[in-house]
């Protein structure tokens, strides 16, 4: 998201002062989103998972123990 909002910025900054014509009529089509309920509610289920305190520590603690192991490697 940052890399969008810093690229969208340059943009911005780049054409400031140039009298160009934008035309956005015919550009793209609508999307329409998927919702599939069975990826939902693994989300949901892997976002509580993460939420409870037990996890959230083991996530780091495994985290850490693989960062430490890739040093180990290099």
Known sequence: MTCCVILHNMILEDERGMNLEFFYDNVGSRVKPARDPNRI????????E???????????????EHHWQRLCWI
């Open 41 to 48: 509610r693994a989300f949901l289920q892997t976002y509580k």
């Open 50 to 64: 993460i939420e409870n305190v037990d996890t959230h520590f083991q996530l780091q603690e495994d985290l850490i």
